[in-house]
């Protein structure tokens, strides 16, 4: 079986190897990443993980209102996409983290029912916990503070990223879900570990993450979400990202180490694209850009009430 991994990037080359050293440890065989006007080196550094074979580039041609919907649209025509038997999608933020058999994605696949065609793995936001400093190491590593499934409930419905089996005959690809062809019967689609998913509602499914979770790390820190919010939107573009986004992901209840598991593996991985000099370079200098953009942001009077809020007092 074929794994591939698709997502769009723009402007996060700090935290590209990262993500890249995570979905190889998880056995992923292909990542396809589109960029879009970045102005960090995103693009270079995907370029370069493209020679070296570790990553494919797409480069999005604007088109309609969400570049992201843009990006799927353009690249479901790549092999890498159209020909893998299984595809998971996801964003430059989110680690899929798997606890049933070897933490693969296959173990993912093999846990589910015979036949199922889509598994949609719960969202559990992993908050800053007060960090207000960008530091150049794994986010995974520094974030280890996530919600707590009692909070919401567990069974309650939470925002889903999907893992669709034969992406090659899909109607649309989806951020959180995919859609059939028209006139097609809805996706065979379940919880991990073969659970029953929400009927009617693709998008979600049940807090559950004892067979797997997305850790997703919305905020990173006070400086990177600055950053953040100076992209802006790449799925609902127009909207603005600002106070009520950081409260609505600024969760740290309780810890959750899962994602240690892929440390080992993860590490050989990003040594292995670090020990390449001209990688290392560029990562080196999307750093030193995310550095200087934080410096310049934090120097705007336009942000200064958002970061009274968000970064003063912080750890």
Not at 39 to 45: F, N, Q
Not at 75 to 92: H, I
Not at 130 to 157: M, W
Not at 249 to 276: G, K, N, P, Q, T
Request: proline content about 5%; some cysteine; charged content about 25%.
């Amino acid at each position: 079986m074929t794994f591939a991994v698709l997502t769009t990037m723009k402007n996060e080359g700090a935290f590209v190897l990262e993500w890249v050293a995570h979905h190889k440890a998880l056995g992923f065989d292909d990542l396809v990443i589109c960029t879009n006007d970045c102005a960090d080196g995103t693009d270079a550094m995907v370029l370069r993980l493209q020679a070296l074979g570790l990553a494919r580039h797409h480069a999005t041609m604007k088109a309609g209102t969400s570049i992201q919907r843009a990006a799927f649209r353009q690249a479901r025509k790549r092999p890498e996409v159209a020909a893998a038997e299984w595809l998971w999608v996801c964003d430059a933020d989110e680690f899929l983290v798997v606890h049933v058999g070897d933490g693969s994605a296959r173990a993912l696949v093999a846990a589910g029912s015979p036949g199922v065609e889509v598994i949609s793995v719960p969202w559990r936001v992993f908050g800053p916990a007060g960090r207000a400093s960008y530091e150049d190491r794994p986010v995974g590593a520094q974030f280890v503070l996530a919600e707590c499934g009692a909070r919401r409930g567990i069974g309650k419905p939470v925002f889903a990223k999907s893992l669709l089996h034969d992406p090659g005959g899909v109607g649309r690809i989806g951020v959180h879900a995919p859609l059939p062809p028209e006139g097609a019967a809805p996706y065979l689609r379940e919880a991990p570990g073969g659970r029953p998913a929400r009927d009617g509602q693709p998008m979600m499914v049940r807090a559950r993450y004892d067979v797997a979770q997305v850790n997703h790390y919305a905020l990173r820190s006070a400086e990177s979400f600055l950053v953040k919010r100076d992209r802006g939107r790449v799925n609902h573009v127009g909207e603005d990202i600002g106070l009520d986004y950081w409260r609505r992901f600024d969760l740290a209840e309780v810890e959750c180490h899962a994602i240690r598991r892929y440390d080992a593996a993860a590490a050989d991985w990003r040594a292995l694209m670090m020990a390449e000099a001209a990688l290392a370079e560029l990562h080196a200098r999307a750093v030193t850009w995310h550095r200087a953009r934080i410096a310049a942001l934090r120097a705007d009077p336009g942000m200064a009430a958002l970061w009274a809020v968000i970064g003063e007092g912080a750890a």
